[in-house]
């Protein structure tokens, strides 16, 4: 699933190249990726016909495109979508869901939703250009300039769960996912079972300046690209899956202390650790 490198790397792209345009038409191919807007594919291409896209803004894993009525396009990549900009004449994909005509923009390009598991998808937020109200009870990411550290290192270390299952909380923290949390959890030396209310202060404050550091070298990477799926705006894949420390590294030796990476079920997923640098947590005595 993208994480949030890669949705901030297609949000970066959507805002050089198609911001400041006007939809021209909507064409939806298939009514799932649309099944959250209320009036189904019809009343979704009449909502944006017309409209112009102000802009493209990110909360956690979720995209929106601000529209000139005040309204906006709202989307989550799921497990497989793509937000793609093309020539009018490129062959249409072979899992391309909704189109949009758009004009104002450099040599005629439209915006594409391509989406093969069609996990994903798009809907109109009425009266969401500045934040779509459907996604304001997530919380901010590390890489948002109004995250609160303080705020959220004093709300970790009071839960009990395990400290992997808090970084996927997206009411406690959004953004992380899967990848960048074991990458965090490797960095800081903690196991991810380790319960929150045994995390020290300067433990979880390291842990999120990790969890930070590790997103944003991502970023300036363009994401992981472990599944071929995933592309940005351009159709590039990302390389940071070459700098991992221990997602996806079972059976390999660890890059600080020669252990090998161990690999256990987490949550319908896995999780990949050092059992060396990250020693399993001992139970609460009773």
């Known amino acids: 699933m993208p994480e949030l490198p890669e949705v901030e790397v297609v949000r970066a ?5 198609v911001s400041g345009a006007t939809i021209a038409a909507v064409d939806v191919l298939h009514e799932r990726p649309v099944r959250r807007h209320p009036g189904g594919p019809l009343g979704f291409a009449a909502a944006l016909t017309g409209r112009r896209i102000d802009g493209a803004r990110r909360r956690g894993k979720y995209l929106w495109l601000p529209l000139d009525d005040g309204n906006a396009i709202l989307g989550h990549l799921g497990m497989s979508g793509q937000m793609l900009v093309q020539p009018v004449d490129t062959p249409a994909e072979r899992h391309l ?11 005629g390009r439209e915006l594409r939703f391509v989406d093969q598991r069609m996990f994903g998808g798009l809907s109109v937020s009425l009266g969401g250009a500045e934040l779509p109200p459907e996604i304001a009870h997530i919380a901010r990411d590390p890489l948002d300039p109004e995250f609160d550290d303080d705020a959220f290192v004093a709300r970790l270390r009071k839960r009990t769960s395990g400290v992997k299952r808090l970084l996927l909380d997206q009411g406690l923290i959004s953004g992380v996912g899967n990848i960048y949390a074991d990458e ?18 300067g433990q979880a404050v390291a842990l999120l300046g990790h969890a930070r550091d590790v997103m944003t070298a991502a970023l300036a990477q363009g994401g992981t690209s472990f599944d071929a799926l995933y592309v940005n705006v351009n159709g590039e894949s990302g390389y940071f899956d070459r700098s991992l420390h221990a997602y996806g590294r079972e059976d390999e030796p660890c890059d600080r202390c020669g252990t090998t990476i161990r690999r256990v079920a987490f949550m319908n ?18």
């Open 97 to 107: 869901r909704v189109r949009f005509a758009l004009t104002g923009t450099e040599h």
């Open 184 to 201: 965090a959890l490797w960095r800081a030396g903690l196991h991810g079972e380790r319960p929150g209310d045994r995390l020290t202060r």
């Open 13 to 17: 792209g959507l805002e050089r190249h």
């Open 269 to 286: 997923r896995s999780s990949y650790f050092c059992p060396r640098c990250q020693p399993v947590p001992r139970r609460r005595r009773g």
